[in-house]
Structures are given as structure tokens and as C-alpha cells.
């Protein structure tokens, strides 16, 4: 199976032309010298966190990495997730490393790099009678969030569309600034399930796992992961996607994707969930 570092073929086509890679011109484009900024909702276990006074977890012991390729230190800025686009459109930071979906709306804003293949599960509390397993069985309940995903446009599609058409009961969505406070929503049976994403939910089962339960028995949504750069800031999309490459092919990356469980997207992935924007 090809793992991240084909991701740098099909995308550096008619993007890098014959730059050096990592040359004085793309360092005029970070925001600040020897480093790359980075805005992250650290509140996304297993993804992005904090350890104590640390930020942690895959994305950024990822951005640790491809960050010593280019030679610079990588820089993690905690913000919230709804913040993290128009924080990046302002120049707060050079790229978003927030386990970001890649859709085509994101798309017409920001440009975005694939980095993972990722898709939602559903939480539900142990025990419980209403153990949901595809999104058409969220109709007529009432089911937590994390505000701004991509998937919750989704969900309104699907109440409107399928939902209500067949008398079967709007889904009733409630949004929360956290992942975190959409599962103690869960947990005070604010909400009746949690959808989020399927690392994060198996991240729930490791701490929580004698009070939910993932009740989804397959990936809902699949889609990729992606790194948000500015429009317009190829410098900084180039350095990023040569950093890939390059760190892609160390015994390091092999190792940070055994230790989180997860796989580079292949090609063919690639190409089939990479929207159009």
C-alpha cells in the first residue's frame, strides 16, 4: 500500500515547477523566521491536545516532524476550531493542523494538503436503548456535536432530505465549542448520541470506555485530512508538501502512524475523496 508520499506526486504537479525546495523565497512566506506556525484546536484527542502544559498528540508530533525536514520549529497555536479558518485567512498563523476535513466548501476559502484518512462514528452511553448505527437512525433524536464540522452539513441534508420526507422526525442537533463538552452533553443525556470523528471516538472508549460505546459498526462519511494554507501562499503549500514527501520515507513516520493506529491515505484514495472545490 503507497502511503503518504504519493500524496506529493499528483500535488505538486504544476505546482513546483523547478523551485528549490525549502528556498530563501519560501521563507519569506512564514510568519516568522526558522519556524512554522500552526493554529490547532487542542481539545481533539487523540489528534491534537494538551498534556499538562504540552500540546500533544498525532498532528503534532506530525508537524514536530516535517517541521525539522524544513528545517524550522514548529510553533502550536491553541484556538478553537470555528476560529482556525479566518484565524489563518489573518495571518494569525502559517497553516491550521487541526485534523481538518477536507470539503470543497473549505476548499473555495483555503487550500488544503492531505495528510490522513479519517471519516465520523457514533457514541452512544453504554447501556442504553438507543444504540444508533448509520446516521438515518438519527431521526427524531437529539444528537451532540462539536460546532463547524464538516459533517454537520451533512446531517441537515440527511434530516431534511430523508428525515422529515419520510415522517420519521427532524434530527435535533445541538453544537458545542468542544469535543469534549459534546461528550459530558452526552453523558448529562443532554443529547441522546455524539457523533465525531473515529479516532477521537476510539480515543473516548480508551477514557470512558465503562460509560459509552461506539455504536456505528462502520466508517460514516470517509473523508481526508488536511493541512490549511492560505490562498495564494504556494511557498508555504511547496514546503509543505516536500516536507511530506521527504519525511514520509523515515523510519519516524513509520513508526508515529504505528503508534496512533492509522494509515497514510493511497492514490487511489486520493483521487476518490479529494473533493472538487
Given at each position: 500500500m503507497?502511503?503518504?508520499?504519493?500524496?506529493?506526486?499528483?500535488?505538486?504537479?504544476g505546482l513546483?515547477?523547478?523551485a528549490?525546495a525549502?528556498?530563501?523565497?519560501?521563507?519569506?512566506a512564514?510568519?516568522?523566521?526558522?519556524?512554522i506556525?500552526?493554529g490547532s484546536?487542542?481539545?481533539f484527542?487523540?489528534?491534537e491536545y494538551?498534556?499538562g502544559?504540552?500540546?500533544?498528540?498525532?498532528?503534532?508530533?506530525?508537524?514536530?516532524?516535517?517541521?525539522?525536514?524544513?528545517?524550522r520549529?514548529?510553533?502550536?497555536i491553541?484556538?478553537?476550531?470555528?476560529?482556525?479558518?479566518?484565524?489563518?485567512?489573518?495571518?494569525?498563523?502559517?497553516i491550521?493542523?487541526?485534523?481538518?476535513?477536507?470539503?470543497?466548501e473549505?476548499?473555495?476559502?483555503?487550500?488544503?494538503v492531505?495528510?490522513?484518512?479519517?471519516?465520523?462514528a457514533?457514541?452512544?452511553?453504554?447501556?442504553?436503548?438507543y444504540?444508533?448505527?448509520v446516521?438515518e437512525d438519527?431521526?427524531?433524536?437529539?444528537?451532540?456535536?462539536?460546532?463547524?464540522?464538516?459533517?454537520?452539513?451533512?446531517?441537515?441534508?440527511?434530516?431534511?432530505?430523508?428525515?422529515?420526507k419520510?415522517?420519521?422526525?427532524?434530527?435535533?442537533?445541538?453544537?458545542?465549542?468542544?469535543?469534549?463538552?459534546t461528550?459530558?452533553?452526552?453523558l448529562?443525556r443532554?443529547?441522546?448520541a455524539?457523533?465525531?470523528?473515529?479516532?477521537?471516538?476510539?480515543?473516548?472508549?480508551?477514557?470512558?470506555?465503562?460509560r459509552?460505546?461506539?455504536?456505528?459498526?462502520?466508517?460514516?462519511?470517509?473523508?481526508?485530512?488536511?493541512?490549511?494554507?492560505?490562498?495564494?501562499?504556494?511557498?508555504v503549500?511547496t514546503?509543505?508538501?516536500?516536507?511530506?514527501?521527504?519525511?514520509?520515507?523515515?523510519?519516524?513516520?513509520?513508526?508515529?502512524?504505528?503508534?496512533?493506529?492509522?494509515?497514510?491515505?493511497?492514490?487511489?484514495?486520493?483521487?476518490?475523496l479529494?473533493?472538487?472545490?
Open positions: 503507497n502511503t503518504i508520499r504519493s500524496i506529493a506526486r499528483p500535488l505538486a504537479l513546483l515547477g523547478t528549490m525549502f528556498s530563501s523565497v519560501a521563507a519569506q512564514f510568519q516568522q523566521p526558522g519556524k506556525t500552526a484546536d487542542m481539545t484527542y487523540p489528534y494538551m498534556e502544559n504540552k500540546p500533544a498528540g498525532f498532528d503534532i508530533e506530525l508537524l514536530d516532524g516535517l517541521a525539522k525536514v524544513m528545517g520549529e514548529a510553533e502550536h491553541d484556538t478553537r476550531f470555528p476560529n482556525l479558518i479566518t484565524g489563518l485567512q489573518g495571518g494569525r498563523f502559517d491550521t493542523n487541526s485534523s481538518m476535513y477536507i470539503t470543497a473549505r476548499l473555495k476559502v483555503i487550500d488544503m492531505p495528510y490522513l484518512k479519517s471519516g465520523e457514533i457514541i452512544a452511553l453504554k447501556g442504553s436503548d444504540q444508533p448505527k446516521p438519527f431521526c427524531g433524536h437529539k444528537i451532540g456535536s462539536m460546532g463547524a464540522t464538516s459533517w454537520l452539513q451533512q446531517l441537515q441534508k440527511l434530516s431534511e432530505e430523508y428525515c422529515v419520510n415522517g420519521k422526525g427532524a434530527i435535533q442537533i445541538s453544537e458545542y465549542g468542544t469535543d469534549p463538552q461528550t459530558q452533553a452526552l448529562a443532554a443529547v441522546e455524539q457523533i465525531t470523528d473515529a479516532a477521537v471516538a476510539r480515543g473516548l472508549i480508551e477514557k470512558l470506555g465503562n459509552v460505546q461506539i455504536s456505528s459498526e462502520t466508517l460514516i462519511y470517509p473523508v481526508l485530512n488536511g493541512f490549511g494554507v492560505k490562498k495564494g501562499n504556494d511557498e503549500k514546503a509543505l508538501i516536500e516536507a511530506l514527501d521527504t519525511y514520509s520515507k523515515t523510519p519516524e513516520y513509520e513508526a508515529l502512524l504505528k503508534k496512533y493506529n492509522f494509515q497514510a491515505p493511497t492514490e487511489a484514495e486520493i483521487a476518490e479529494m473533493p472538487k472545490p
